[in-house]
DNA sequence: ATTACTCATAAACCCAGCTTATGTCGCCAT
DNA sequence: ATGGCGACATAAGCTGGGTTTATGAGTAAT
């Protein structure tokens, strides 16, 4: 069916798992790298030495690149292959952080650490936590529930949850806490917008006067924006993700004010430039939270001494 | 065959690959997200809509959680599928950064822009820039050739490249240079290590007489050390790649140094901890460069205006 | 030479994901 | 109300990539 009309080869052929190789290959391909051996990796990988030697050819021949310098006594990388490994290393460490965290939204029930935690910090930190946690106590079952600031209250309050963690400006009551961060709210724009070509900072009237990409009233980085401007931000358009956000201002809506954690990849692809503004402070604190009273221990305790540093 | 030892249940069982959904089906849940429909995003994707159905209904399966809310007129994400979207995205966005890497390795022979880029730089910085120049010229073909400034300086003077990108401490004779960027090489240990919990900052002799895990002498990155320490640097283990620093460093091998593009992530996940130095000189820039006099012109001059921020 | 590694090849199998063809549900316009 | 059109679900059959088992072939060290 789908031979007829791209005859022209691969280059630039079908979707991006396409072109890509999955997971597995990814996988196989850093056991070889660190290993030396296609058995080697096989034996770490828990399947046969040719499975594995038929999957690394077929990965070279998709990208049309020899990844390995196969040898009676062992393989070792290419220099393309090096770089192709280093590439692959971020890509499994993106799906390690996805499976710690989709682990943690499963496990619901008998699970040993409970926590509730905001959204930012649930898309952006959390994973990073679990995985550490995961290497120094693998056997501490997670389950984490993502909320504002209310909904963190509400689950610690009730016993829902051993330890929470929010962003907002205030601690909700009952709670006590301990700073773990701080976070800055950041304005941006697509690096073609007027603004990416500033000299001088932006002034705070000029960012109220601004019709700006913003998240719906209500989230955190919403509120510490219209706190900042004294209730005054403009709404452009208002988006119900900061994914939706950040999508938006890429592709070169307007400018959005997001948290630096939200847009610190986009920043160093320089998909994203930020502007800098002066009079407004935009900072804010990223609490871990727990009821008044009862000091986080065991794992929560294991958990919250990662998140310091 | 692996049924008998495994009756447990899917919690933790096999492998990465076993337990995140493939790019595929990935790259179907973003669409999902950002169209509200399953149909529109299979059209989308280019597959039918009972398989866009089944791929998210088994993706589901596999993590245990609902992802989607499918309702007669469109599906919307669930709170947690909103949390694995975008830790999918990172998925994808690492996936995207090899592709358009893997995809220079190849071409080769009929590229319009061939470059030349020392390690590092490929590793850490290229796919980006490759990314941004593909989004705003699609059709400009680029080769890429990894290699120390020696061999960089030898393809651009052969006029087997049209643009290069150094990291040393001094710019190859015959070529013309600009400074892109600035690097710094930092001293860094597993968070377990005693350095980590040091006050005051590490003194450049204490640095010197102790054994670190380093590149071998030739890199980049060592001939700066040795430099900054008086050629003093004192070897616990030499490995052949920056990758293979960074684990031994993230073992507990020792302390490691590095550039502070190759740490970046390791830091904010605390895998590894940044120890303060003072009285040496770590900073090194990073260099575009071409023949003395051939100004980078077409594409060569895009993409090094992509370089620059 | 024998042994012990390495990787490659060949044949048979199995399952995940695809397509085509249909069914069901809710909304909207007539 | 009643078609019609959108959305998603279900069922049956096909295909291909990755697997295993079983072998062959090269190098190195004993």
């Known amino acids: 069916m789908s031979n007829a009309e791209e005859q022209t080869g691969p280059p630039t052929a079908g979707t991006l798992a396409h072109r890509v190789p999955d997971l597995g290959a990814l996988e196989l ?21 040719p499975a594995a030697s038929s999957r690394i050819r077929s990965m070279e021949r998709q990208l049309g690149v020899a990844l390995v310098d196969r040898s009676p006594r062992g393989s070792k990388l290419t220099d393309a292959g090096a770089l192709v490994t280093d590439w692959a290393r971020r890509i499994v460490e993106a799906a390690e952080a996805f499976d710690v965290g989709a682990q943690a939204l499963r496990d619901r029930r ?49 016993d829902e949850a051993d330890l929470g963690f929010v962003e907002g400006l205030t601690v909700p009551t009952g709670l006590d806490s301990v700073v773990i961060a701080h976070d800055r709210l950041i304005v941006v724009t697509a690096p073609g917008h007027a603004w990416s070509r500033r000299r001088r900072p932006l ?23 219209d706190a900042a401007l004294g209730g005054l931000a403009r709404p452009l358009i208002e988006l119900s993700s ?68």
């Not at 002034?203 to 924006?225: F, I």
Request: proline share 5%; aromatic share 2%; hydrophobic share 45%.
């Open 110 to 158: 008998d699970s040993r650490l409970r926590v509730a935690a905001s959204m930012t910090i649930a898309e952006y930190l959390l994973p990073g936590w679990l995985l550490a946690l995961r290497a120094q106590r693998p056997d501490t079952a997670v389950s984490l529930h993502a909320g504002n600031s209310t909904v963190v209250a509400e689950r610690l309050l009730s």
């Open 242 to 309: 900061t994914t939706a956000v950040k999508a938006a201002a890429v592709s070169g809506a307007g400018p959005a004010v997001l948290s630096e954690l939200a847009v610190g990849e986009e920043l160093a692809m320089r998909r994203l430039v930020s502007v800098p503004v002066e009079g407004v402070a935009l900072a804010r604190d990223l609490r871990a939270v727990w009821p008044t009273g009862h000091r986080p221990t065991g794992p929560a305790r294991d958990l919250l001494s990662l998140t310091r540093g």
């Open 29 to 49: 391909l850093l056991a070889v790298a660190r290993l030396g051996s296609l058995g080697g990796a096989a034996r770490e990988l828990g399947i046969t030495q």
């Open 203 to 225: 002034e705070a009237s000029e960012l109220a006067k601004t019709p700006l990409l913003l998240r719906e009233k209500g989230s955190g980085t919403r509120q510490v924006l």
